[in-house]
């Protein structure tokens, strides 16, 4: 597959490709802009402190380095960027007139993917980097597909595990607290029985959105629980806030207008949500507060469907 079609396979649209070019020499990078610019969006540093701030703050597609500069060296920028979780799955190619076998043994070894020498041959250095993009986007897209619900396109149940236990951990860390919400569609079966199973993906798209959208903060995560259940992982938010989100998910729900002629809730689809709250402290676990947000979700559809029950947890 070329760049474009990858780009293409992705279940989310992908900005314009992003390549950095670290030299310390203005008279370099221009040479290598010129091979790029109508390609790529192209950012440029003359340091290696500015490329490491440029990668965590901007995420380039991949980062041509300059292995000789004043300062932090191409090695050291690319160690660094190594070390750094955020930073690590960017491929960094070494731009280097030095081209002797010890420096590239060196450089593969701290994680780069490739060479290039000066002074560079526009040709070459434009078909490599395009086989490292391709490279990179393949594992992302990898890596996308692992971690999204096929259907809904929202998060799946292991990406799920994996973003509660990191929660979790940091709530636990730093003494906040955190919320669980778990909900499902009311009377889902009968919905599916009566109006067949396409219908019911359907549904189950549309609700998936109105979740999404309901969920604003860049740390909150809905994810696809399993057939007709969600839950979302609410980091930094009280029993209050979690409550207040979840009638803005139950009415958003609702305000899809999904007839469902067996529901409780008026002739239209509808959710019901139980949410647990709860500082981590050491007797509890990630699972104790997805059991009890599940249990709460177990009340409201006692307690007649369309609602949402909370607990917190001391
Ligand atoms: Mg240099």
């Not at 597959?1 to 670290?22: C, D, K, T, W, Y």
């Not at 490279?135 to 897209?141: E, M, T």
């Not at 595990?161 to 990191?166: H, P, Q």
Request: glycine letters at 6%.
């Amino acid at each position: 597959m070329n760049l474009e079609q990858l780009l293409a396979s992705f279940p989310h649209p992908v900005g314009p490709l992003r390549i950095l070019i670290v030299d310390d020499q203005p008279v370099n990078i221009r040479v290598l802009h010129q091979v790029f610019r109508g390609e790529f969006e192209v950012l440029m540093a003359t340091s290696g402190e500015q490329a490491i701030s440029l990668c965590q703050e901007l995420r380039p597609d991949i980062v041509l380095l300059d292995v000789v500069m004043p300062g932090l060296s191409g090695h050291d920028v690319c160690r660094r960027l190594k070390a750094d979780p955020d930073t690590r799955d960017i491929p960094v190619i070494f731009v280097t007139s030095q081209n002797q076998d010890g420096d590239e043994a060196l450089g593969f070894e701290i994680g780069a993917v490739d060479f290039i020498t000066k002074p560079i041959n526009p040709i070459i250095v434009s078909a490599r980097v395009r086989t490292h993009l391709a490279l990179k986007l393949q594992s992302d897209l990898l890596r996308t597909i692992a971690m999204n619900d096929g259907l809904t396109k929202v998060a799946n149940r292991r990406k799920f595990d994996e973003e509660l236990a990191i929660s979790w951990r940091a709530a636990q860390r730093e003494g906040r607290v955190l919320s669980l919400v778990m909900l499902d569609l009311d009377s889902f079966k009968q919905f599916n029985d009566r109006y067949g199973h396409q219908q019911g993906d359907a549904c189950l798209v549309a609700v998936a959105n109105a979740l999404n959208q309901s969920v604003r903060r860049p740390h909150d995560l809905v994810a696809r629980y399993g057939g007709e259940e969600f839950v979302c992982i609410l980091p930094d938010t009280d029993s209050q806030g979690a409550i207040k989100l979840a009638e803005v998910m139950r009415t958003a729900v609702k305000a899809l207008e999904i007839e469902h002629l067996d529901s409780a809730a008026g002739g239209f689809v509808s959710i019901s949500l139980g949410i647990a709250t709860q500082i981590p402290n050491t007797g509890a676990s990630p699972q104790s507060l997805l059991a009890a947000a599940d249990g709460q979700l177990y009340q409201a559809k006692r307690a007649g469907r369309d609602r949402a029950c909370a607990i917190e947890i001391v």
